[in-house]
């Protein structure tokens, strides 16, 4: 579903945009771009997608290897989500004695999901990360002599997507976990209220207070509104000072992922409202290499081709950019719509660019060229820390009963 994307006049001061999109066939040509959606150019490039090899060749492993991987991924996934979900509910309580505590809490049980999807793409989907940047992230991105990138993004930002596959935040929670300070325990997932009545991972997204969307405006508005209020709520220190608490507001203006049916509604969109409708976006991507012209991320790049039979893509691309609210209409609707749509159109520009060449510009200022390094946490150990905070209920817990039993004793 098309909408229109949101204003956000209480958000804090630096909007982050990510892009990313996918790799030419031989035969694309870049005039390409101006034919329309049922044209025999663009239906001759999607049947050869239907018909072409998977992006990433065959699969690394076999029907019984890819089972054994299945199991195996969705055992460590719902044990760890379930871990992290029970820690959630032991701190409930935390809620109605100090909501400062509360929300911290959760902050650390929202680390421990970050740690999750990043150890769980690290084994199961390694690929390269390729990473780049104009000259508004100068300084900002860096790697360490362990191969891993460092960011140092501020640590109140919004972070506005674009939207190809189910598993496009993965990668995103991923950034904040690289950042310095980490931020893995401070992202805010703007998300369909569908996703609520998931069981175990839709309650914890309501601990993790991301805010579900119904696409109705009457029901949306207030429910945003409360959100965001809570996110610039400004907290005391111990020292008198006022402050804000860390925040990464993610939100993906398209309001879903890139599919045939999204973009005939794009186009629909576009005609309504008098504009051009784009190439590689939908109105308000993340390129994964190998994705010919025509074609969609979603289908090849499936949880089953990605995480059980070894076929992840080949890298994943971002480019980042960063804008100052001041530089942004925030106070008026309609010139904002236009701002956000101009800076839709300057990534499908680059987006034609990596289609073309199989690459977005290399860093503006800094690191030369693209960082490349892959999704993984520092020490191999740390998915331990998602099982810590539990064991330690327990530990506590049984010394509260052996203390308890040896009173009852004497």
Known sequence: MIREPLLLPTLPSMTTTSELRRRPNGNATSDSDDLPLASPGVVDAMLNVQHAGHPSGKAKYGWIMSKFRAFTAALYFFTASLVVHITQFLGAWFYFVNRDLYYAYMAVTK??????????????????IRISGDASVAGQLSLTPDGRVECAFPDRMVMIANHQIYTDWLYLWWVGYTNSPRMHGHIYIILKESLKWIPIIGPGCMFFSFIFMSRKMAVDRPRLAHRLQKLKTKHVGPDGN??????????????TNL??????????????????????????????????????????????????????????????????????????QAAFDVWLRERWYEKDALLEQYVTTGRFPANGAGVKGHIETEVRTQYWWEFLKIFAWLGSFGFFLRAIVRFLNRFAAS
């Open 242 to 255: 006022d402050y804000l608490n860390p925040m990464w507001l993610l939100l993906f203006p398209e309001g």
């Open 259 to 332: 599919s045939d049916n999204g973009r005939v509604k794009s186009g629909l969109w576009a005609d309504k409202i008098g504009v051009k409708d784009m190439a590689h976006l939908m109105l308000p991507r993340m390129a994964y290499e190998g994705v010919p012209r025509g074609g969609y991320g979603e289908e090849y790049f499936t949880l089953s081709s990605t995480f059980f039979q070894g076929r992840p893509p080949k890298s994943v691309n971002l480019y980042w950019r960063r804008f100052a609210l001041a530089d942004m209409p925030l106070h008026d």
């Open 111 to 128: 680390e421990s999901f970050g740690l999750l999807i990043t150890t769980l793409t690290h084994w199961w989907a390694p690929t390269v």
